[in-house]
């Protein structure tokens, strides 16, 4: 055998065997990886990305799902505004969204359990002790420098509007969050609405006393069987501030001639509770209230136990109308104006969405590993293509342009799953409701596609400017403070709770309405006042 | 090449070692085998375990689950109970519209925690209420259009669910749902009676709701392994969940299949028809959890394991058999290449043997015994080539770069010291030794005395000093001693190496009849003195001519010898002699002889040439003398009295002395004998007439012939019979004698002399004096 290719076969054999020992291992490997790859991709991907380019990175979102959203998505991942998103960024994002209903528990669970998103996006007010005592805990991060040196769109806006720069600090000058930034004229969403078909049934005009409203609600009771002729939760109860405010307060604190009050304890409140006694105990209040949920609250509407509803022009105003309208033609709704006590009084609590949203507000946490690159890509929604996304989604598939102005497409206005343009909207972007980014007026108008939506957003926008001066802008405390405030709040919002439901349905009569004033006192809401009036004080001279 | 290979078929080397190799190679794989089988067991006890450890888990997780929906009814059921919801009747007061408020809060923590329960209620049919997780329900109605509008379930049937009896059964509903309007959710729902304390009564529901989804969830890890189907049963053997699709006659062959086993809590696996069905079932619950894998996909990680093990087999098989070709090929080479190496020197042919093990044997055999054949012969040889060289050392004949040394230790010659004598035996006569036997021939007889003197002279020699002999050269043989040149001096040593050639040389002869002399030489330094210690030995040997044979003579005995010595024999002993001879008269012969001899032998240290001329010449005056002597029979008489080479052969004076007394005595007998008989008549007369008339020029043969009386050419024939020579050279022989005589005399010139001798003329005679004398006449009148 010649030299040359006995050395070939030795080589030869060599090579095969340690391709087949290689291939061996190799396969046995393979096999073990492949499910913990699996498993690994779905488990949070937070920290493990350190040294990986942006475009790559993956991070974690918690925040409550819309109404509107939960309704057509069981996550906003599902929504394509962010599938595009991740495709423009190469930002992946795992949402994790509470239960429907549990918003409130699970938020606290979450914040809790330490076990922390990269990114929260809430109304940060509502954290116990507010945005500053969240910085202090850790939980979220200041922004300043993040923003200033990732955030070129969110920068521009707060340069070019005083109020925007203000509203996402705290005292101390500390960006605690990415705002929703509203700079259009519509900012007014939500108010009451009637039965319009009722109304007109029963040859009623729409109310504007709070007689009239009460008349209303009985001839809805009397004529039309209503069972909860006016429905709400104890939510919504406490969020619109139409009745308190037709008694001149508001359910927290507000100002009052610069001095800054807190509801409850103001005579009016009791006023106000002692008119919800008589309707609850009349049945003009739903019986449920403080056992509904917002889903049987809209299904007392639609099923005609309720006639009266608080809402939102295009989430429950549209949505409704137009889902019941399928089976019931007539089925109409109307925005009436907030409630005043005496005739020719003018609301002065219309809600009105400042400039930065009081919700759609998003914290980086301590757990993100790329706050630079999440901030980054949060900015794209204040830039113009990231708004066009938010607002309008995506090109072509959702809107088109026409003449520079964006036109929902039929997937939108004319859903063929039939979806309302709410529910469409929220299957594919964020514009209908409080959100990160800049938002975009153009949508409201395409958005309101019944007659008496573009008439209640005019409604609703009548007075808006008035609740200017009673409203308490988004102050904010130094931690201390936060700390005392919501040691003092965890104690009289539970009582505040507690009582209003008792003393709504009865239980607790309306006479012992001082002595739960004068609790509140022992229990420190005057103290609380005087943070808020010190926190007030420094806002007006930020 | 290859022919070659299977020229030993079948019992070809090459072929035995691939065998071997082969055998080798089957023994870790019989290991191997016997372990993959072992392994082939075990994986698929394994792989059951595995499976059934999935099952069992999932059946754990959901049985955990159960647990919670379990409790939870029961803090629901401790509401109704305990709180009194249950009891109230329509209308409700406040404080029940409070507590039902509460009590709906409560629920909302419930709910709060774990994902894994989708929904409950509590439905109370007394005051038509249903709580829920979400919200309290006034009208039942409005509940039930929320969850089972688009359903096919009416508000009656619902109803009539509700009002049912249950111990904590699971039922299936599906419920309005999912993210598109119309879409329906499966859910699975816990449904239990309250009180739970009276079994007859029926006061509230629970209803503890499950996204079928969800369950499955939990089977799906089960099957996501295994691509098989798995099932939940409830304890009625109902199908709760299951991932894939199961036909009723499919489900029932699989509770057929599990019927033997009862519905004891435990574990069952069942492999057959193709199918591999593991089942759980829960002690908690008494819920089935039911595996069915397709067996090619439950034992894939087995089969592949085998079919890996059996290629690997064969692989190593293949591989295995391909090294073993290889490497016996690669072992075969060198083998090969002694066969090549031998095939051309085999004495048989390849074919004639076993196997190329038994041809190298045999091949190897025929060279070992050639080769001992050859180291025989070359010891021969090598005794040869010793004695040649030291012959050569002997003789001197070796050239300058000779590496001596070598040639020394290369046959065995070691002189330890740097002298050096030579002692020369000369075999002279052995033939007694031989007396007895007869018969062999005279090269053995030869080689025997030979070895017999090496023997007993070695054996001598080597007490002292290292000796050694040389073979027979001549009838002699060589003894090279080598001697101290310092320590001893040198007369010891002399006189040692002379005492052990007079002790050897006297045991031969005694012993073996063998005779011989012995001839020592003096002791010469170093390599060079080889020559000249053997030079001195043969030149000491010569003298035996002298000092006689058999005996030891030493080079010291011999003296220094008389250059200008001659020896004594004059002219007019001689001119005795040979008139003695002629006139036969021994007694006179004898008398000049004896004393030639006597003065001769008289005289010391005659060299021994000197000693052969002198023997010569006696040879020459008797043939001298002879040879004028005319007598008949003459020629006859010389052969056989044969003198020359009698003389020749004696090698020593006493010897030649005594041969020569016989010649004498012979010749001069035969002289004697001869001058009785008259047959010498005619010669007698042609002589007489050639002395008287030898003046007369005119004298020739057939004068003569005819004074005579007989024929010339007889008479010139038988002249020269007699004499030996033509009777004209007698004529001038005596004319010359004649002349020589005048010449001496002195007194006439030449030319006078020819005539008076009878020459034609001067020149005749100075030609004919020049022709017998060698000298002219006047050339000779001068010495």
Known sequence: MKRHTRKGLTVAATIMLAGGLLAACGGNNNEENRPSAASASGASQTASTAGTSAQSIAISYYTALNANASAVVTSLSDVEMYKELQKRTGVAVNFKHPAVGQEKEQFNLLIASGNLTDVIETAWNDYPGGPSKALADGTIVKLNDLIAQNAPNLSKLMKENEAVDKMVRTDTGDIYMMPMINLGKYRSFDGPFFRKDWLDELGLKTPKTIG??????????????????????????????????????SHGYYLDGGKVKYGPAQDGYKQYIALMNKWFKEGLLDPDTFANDTKKMESNLTSGKSGLIFGYIGGTMGTLTTSVRQTDPKFELVGAQYPVLNDGDKPQFVKRDPEVNASGQVGITKANAHPAETVKWLDTLYGEDGALLKNFGVEGLTYTMGNGKPTYTDLIMKNPDKLSPAQAMAKYFRANYPSPGLADDRYIEQYYTLPEQQEAAKTFAEYADLSLEHVLPPVTLTPEESEELAQIEGEVNTYLDEMTAKFIMGVEPIDNYDKFVSQLQKMKIDRAVELKQAAYDRYAKR | MRKRFLRFWPRNLLLSWVLSYLLMLCIPIAVSFAFYNNAYGVIKSEIMRANLGLLRQAQQ??????????????????HAEEQGLMYWEQPLTANQRYMLASAQATFR?????????????????????VLTNRAAYGDPKQLHQELYGSTGLTFKAWQDLMNDRYTGQFMHLNQAGGTVASQ???????????????????????????????????????????????????????????????????????????????????????DRGGTVMNRIVSATTEWQYVSVIPSSTFWVKAERIRAWS??????????????????????????????????GKARQAMERHRDEYHFIRE???????????????LQQQSSVMRSNLLFRLLKGRLESAYPIDEALAAYDLSFPRDSFAAVIFYIEDFSDLFRSTGGEDEEKRLKFVQHIVRNIVEELTNKTYVGYMTDLEDNMMTLLVNVPGDGDSAEQVGSRILEMATEAQSFIASRFYIDHTVSVSAVHAGIPGIRAAYTEALDTLEYKMVFGTNRVIAYEQLQEPDPIQTYYYPMDKEQHLINAVKTGNFEKAM?????????????????????????????????????????????????????????LKRETLQDMKREMESLLRQACEWVDENKKSRNTGLRDRVYQYIQEHYRNSNLSLAGIA????????????????????????????????????????????VSEIATMVGFYNSNAFIRTFKKYEGVTPGQYKEI
């Open chain 1, 212 to 249: 009239d409203w009460e008349n209303t609600l009985r001839a809805f009771k009397e004529k039309k069987g209503a069972t909860a002729p006016f429905t709400a939760t104890a939510k919504k109860l406490k969020e619109f501030t139409m009745l308190p405010g037709a008694f001149g307060v």
């Open chain 2, 184 to 270: 329906t959710e499966p859910m699975v729902s816990f449904m239990r009676s309250l009180p739970l304390s009276n079994p007859t009564s029926t006061m509230a529901t629970v209803v503890v709701s499950v996204k079928e989804s969800k369950l499955l969830d939990t089977i799906r890890a089960v099957q996501a392994v295994n691509k098989g189907t798995v099932l939940i049963l409830d304890a009625e053997r109902r199908p709760i969940a299951s991932t894939g699709r199961i036909e009723p006659d499919e489900l029932s062959k699989i509770l057929e299949a599990f019927a033997p086993f009862g519905d004891a809590a435990g574990s069952t696996q069942l």
């Open chain 2, 706 to 749: 005819e004074d005579i009386g007989v024929n010339s050419a007889y008479l010139s024939r038988f002249f020269k019979e007699q004499h030996g020579e033509s009777l004209l050279d007698t004529l001038s022989r005596i004319r010359l004698d004649h002349a020589k005589r005048l010449l001496r005399d002195g007194g006439h010139t």
């Open chain 2, 363 to 377: 091949a190897l055999r025929d060279s070992f015994d050639e080769s001992a054949h050859m180291q025989r012969q």
């Open chain 2, 591 to 647: 008398d000049t002889l004896g004393e030639l001899f006597e003065v001769n032998m008289a005289m010391k240290a005659v060299p021994i040439d000197v000693s052969r001329c002198f023997m010569f010449d006696l040879v020459g005056t008797i043939m001298k003398t002879l040879d004028e002597i005319q007598l008949a029979d003459k020629r006859q008489f010389m052969r056989s009295w044969d003198p020359i080479t009698r003389l």
């Open chain 2, 310 to 343: 059996l290629a690997g087999l064969a692989f190593c098989l293949l591989l295995g058999g391909l090294f073993a070709y290889v490497l016996a090929r690669r072992q075969y080479h060198p083998v090969g290449e002694i066969l090549r190496l031998l095939s």
């Open chain 2, 61 to 78: 997780d959901v049985d955990g689950h159960l647990q919670e929906i379990r409790q939870l009814s029961t803090q629901l059921a401790f």
């Open chain 2, 109 to 129: 923590t419930y709910a709060a925690s774990g994902s894994f329960i989708d929904s409950f209620m509590l439905y109370l049919p007394r005051s038509q209420y």
